[in-house]
């Protein structure tokens, strides 16, 4: 008979992250049966949620924007590569002034709390957390994102980007741990779940499956990825939650071999080879090329000998992820870099990023598809003139109307659309953070709308199906594509006027007309068939 053993599931070594001080208050230590206990107040609870997710909406790690940064100095960087890489650079130093967050998309709030059992809080924690988020979310520019549903189908944005996502855990000790993330949409909708066997477990089997399973990532999560994969889970659910956690660099000081007790394990020869696999997909930072993912985490966990789970999941160039923590000492968030101008060379300062192709939106639209139609799929342009907004629940309203026979808003017809939802508006400034949202999700409505003279030219990021590349073909469309995650430069320095059109009780998801100036962006999806990442699936 086996004897029994604890071995810690996840035994991650101590890291030394820096952090700074929020405050020394609010916390005390006190006796409690012959031992000292942590006596943290809600108050101390709402302060370091407030804090940290103020920080990570504006900033990012050091290590993030260095591995950007490299990118500039790769020869066997594409120039998209570079082009993204800068735009990303020069986003960080823009928000950096605490103004216009990072994304547009300022994402679902999650913490992950690790609770000593000598710090003593009074209970209700989730509470008091969601109160530091609510303040935040609050007083920023940052975006509701949150819907709540009302019945099974009518749902309403929260208008606080309450409720959270909140996991609470007990451990030893007299210390309060915690992971925050800011996760956007359009990364959480790439994690992804493969119910698979013993069969794939073998080299030649696995580094293929997991090769194939990337590619489907696509670019509309804004690469470059910090890209995660988990290999077993004792369930499903932990499979995805080890992905969620790796992904976020959380996992980092795992070891590097299993043992008979079923620790987890990283295994980085795994990592180096998928890293190479990415590299060799050609998708690149978004528009071809050699960063497609800037890292690979790759952990093994142990599995039921019937199930072998596959999680999949990405952090993407939006890096929400900050440590936080409370002890004897005070109330502390993880150090983020406030001068992310520094990593920009100075051979890049006061170049020019707009592309040669100038489009003018300010005429019939039939004559910018005929500009559209004189240059390939890859041709980088530059928009001046009119768009106007409209995204998920804008396009299901305006297909209601044309299934009541009404047709299409003349503004559809005579502008290009942008599929976005922007941040809030920060006083004095033309726009709030302003950035693209994932154009597949449209995708359904895109020959219905072309058919009716709609949705001509569409802007937005990532890939697109191909039944619109059809629809193209067909109708005489385009789609552009925009640069993932610079949402505070493109607010910056592209935005000049965003007036509310339809739907104001949608939010962020009211229908906009934008004034825009050299906004850039990418022929992806042409009039004649042309689809740039389907070329690039075939040449690879």
Same mark, same amino acid.
């Given at each position: 008979?086996?004897? /029994?053993?604890?071995?810690? %599931?996840? %035994?991650? #070594?101590?890291?030394? &992250?820096?952090?700074?001080?929020?405050?020394?208050?609010?916390?005390s230590v006190l006796p409690f049966d012959g031992q000292e206990v942590l006596k943290v107040g809600p108050e101390a609870l709402t302060l370091v949620a407030r804090e940290a997710f103020r920080d990570v909406s504006f900033l990012y790690r050091p290590a993030h924007l260095a591995q950007l940064a490299a990118i500039l100095d790769d020869p066997e960087a594409s120039e998209n590569d570079r082009g993204v890489a800068l735009a990303l650079l020069r986003n960080a130093e823009v928000a950096s002034g605490f103004v216009l967050p990072m994304c547009q998309d300022t994402g679902t709030a999650t913490i992950e709390g690790k609770k000593g059992q000598r710090v003593w809080t009074g209970g209700r924690d989730e509470e008091a957390l969601s109160r530091g988020i609510f303040d935040t979310y609050a007083k920023e520019s940052l975006r509701y994102s949150q819907t709540v549903p009302l019945t099974m189908y009518d749902e309403a944005n929260s208008g606080t980007n309450l409720p959270a996502q909140i996991d609470l855990y007990a451990t030893g000790g007299m210390e309060y741990h /915690?992971? *925050?993330?800011?996760? @956007?949409?359009?990364?959480?909708?790439?994690?992804?779940? /493969?119910?698979?066997t013993k069969a794939v477990l073998n080299p030649a089997s696995l580094l293929k499956y997991l090769s194939e399973k990337m590619k489907?990532?696509?670019?509309?999560?804004? +690469? %470059?990825?910090?890209?995660?994969?988990?290999?077993?889970?004792?369930? !499903?659910?932990a499979c995805l939650k080890t992905v969620k956690l790796a992904s976020a660099k959380a996992l980092d000081g795992l070891p590097t071999s299993g043992n008979d007790q079923g620790q987890a394990f990283r295994d980085v020869e795994l990592e180096t080879q998928l890293l190479e696999a990415a590299r060799n997909t050609g998708i690149g930072a978004q528009f071809g090329g050699k960063y497609f993912a800037l890292d690979v985490r790759v952990v093994r966990l142990p599995r039921h000998g019937a199930s072998c789970p596959i999680g999949m999941g990405v952090s993407c160039s939006a890096d929400r992820n900050i440590l936080a923590k409370i002890d004897r000492d005070g109330i502390w968030v993880e150090e983020l870099e406030r001068n992310p101008g520094r990593f920009i060379p100075e051979r890049y300062r006061g170049v020019p990023a707009r592309p040669k192709?100038?489009?003018?939106?300010? $005429?019939? *639209?039939? =004559?910018?598809?005929? =500009?559209?139609?004189?240059? +390939?799929? #890859?041709?980088?342009?530059?928009?001046?003139?009119?768009?106007?907004?409209?995204?998920?629940? !804008?396009? !299901?309203?305006?297909?209601? $109307?044309?299934?009541?026979?009404? @047709?299409? +808003?003349?503004?559809?017809?005579?502008? +290009?659309?942008?599929?976005?939802?922007?941040?809030? &508006?920060?006083?004095?400034? %033309?726009?709030?953070? /302003?950035?693209?949202?994932?154009?597949?999700? *449209?995708?359904?409505?895109?020959?219905?709308?072309?058919?009716?003279? @709609?949705? *001509?030219?569409?802007i937005a990021k990532g890939n697109r199906s191909a039944q619109v590349t059809e629809a193209c073909r067909k109708h005489g469309g385009f789609y552009l594509g925009s640069v993932g995650g610079p949402a505070a430069l493109l607010a910056k320095e592209n935005i000049r006027k965003v007036e509310l059109i339809e739907y104001p009780e949608l939010g962020m998801e009211a229908v906009y007309r934008l004034e825009v100036v050299d906004f850039p962006a990418a022929i992806l999806v042409d009039d004649k068939g042309n689809d740039f990442f389907q070329q690039l699936a075939c040449a690879g």
């Amino acid at each position: 008979m086996a004897e /029994f053993r604890y071995v810690e %599931p996840f %035994p991650v #070594a101590k890291e030394e &992250t820096p952090y700074r001080k929020v405050s020394s208050d609010l916390v005390s230590v006190l006796p409690f049966d012959g031992q000292e206990v942590l006596k943290v107040g809600p108050e101390a609870l709402t302060l370091v949620a407030r804090e940290a997710f103020r920080d990570v909406s504006f900033l990012y790690r050091p290590a993030h924007l260095a591995q950007l940064a490299a990118i500039l100095d790769d020869p066997e960087a594409s120039e998209n590569d570079r082009g993204v890489a800068l735009a990303l650079l020069r986003n960080a130093e823009v928000a950096s002034g605490f103004v216009l967050p990072m994304c547009q998309d300022t994402g679902t709030a999650t913490i992950e709390g690790k609770k000593g059992q000598r710090v003593w809080t009074g209970g209700r924690d989730e509470e008091a957390l969601s109160r530091g988020i609510f303040d935040t979310y609050a007083k920023e520019s940052l975006r509701y994102s949150q819907t709540v549903p009302l019945t099974m189908y009518d749902e309403a944005n929260s208008g606080t980007n309450l409720p959270a996502q909140i996991d609470l855990y007990a451990t030893g000790g007299m210390e309060y741990h /915690f992971l *925050m993330i800011a996760k @956007g949409g359009g990364s959480a909708n790439k994690t992804s779940l /493969f119910q698979e066997t013993k069969a794939v477990l073998n080299p030649a089997s696995l580094l293929k499956y997991l090769s194939e399973k990337m590619k489907t990532l696509g670019t509309a999560a804004c +690469p %470059p990825y910090h890209l995660a994969f988990v290999i077993g889970g004792t369930s !499903a659910e932990a499979c995805l939650k080890t992905v969620k956690l790796a992904s976020a660099k959380a996992l980092d000081g795992l070891p590097t071999s299993g043992n008979d007790q079923g620790q987890a394990f990283r295994d980085v020869e795994l990592e180096t080879q998928l890293l190479e696999a990415a590299r060799n997909t050609g998708i690149g930072a978004q528009f071809g090329g050699k960063y497609f993912a800037l890292d690979v985490r790759v952990v093994r966990l142990p599995r039921h000998g019937a199930s072998c789970p596959i999680g999949m999941g990405v952090s993407c160039s939006a890096d929400r992820n900050i440590l936080a923590k409370i002890d004897r000492d005070g109330i502390w968030v993880e150090e983020l870099e406030r001068n992310p101008g520094r990593f920009i060379p100075e051979r890049y300062r006061g170049v020019p990023a707009r592309p040669k192709v100038s489009i003018d939106l300010n $005429r019939p *639209m039939k =004559e910018i598809l005929a =500009e559209l139609s004189l240059y +390939p799929v #890859a041709t980088l342009v530059a928009l001046t003139g009119t768009i106007v907004v409209a995204r998920d629940i !804008a396009h !299901a309203k305006l297909k209601e $109307r044309l299934d009541r026979g009404e @047709g299409l +808003p003349q503004y559809l017809k005579d502008h +290009p659309v942008y599929y976005a939802g922007p941040a809030k &508006t920060p006083e004095g400034l %033309p726009s709030g953070s /302003f950035g693209p949202t994932t154009a597949g999700r *449209m995708d359904s409505y895109v020959d219905l709308f072309q058919s009716q003279g @709609g949705s *001509m030219v569409m802007i937005a990021k990532g890939n697109r199906s191909a039944q619109v590349t059809e629809a193209c073909r067909k109708h005489g469309g385009f789609y552009l594509g925009s640069v993932g995650g610079p949402a505070a430069l493109l607010a910056k320095e592209n935005i000049r006027k965003v007036e509310l059109i339809e739907y104001p009780e949608l939010g962020m998801e009211a229908v906009y007309r934008l004034e825009v100036v050299d906004f850039p962006a990418a022929i992806l999806v042409d009039d004649k068939g042309n689809d740039f990442f389907q070329q690039l699936a075939c040449a690879g």
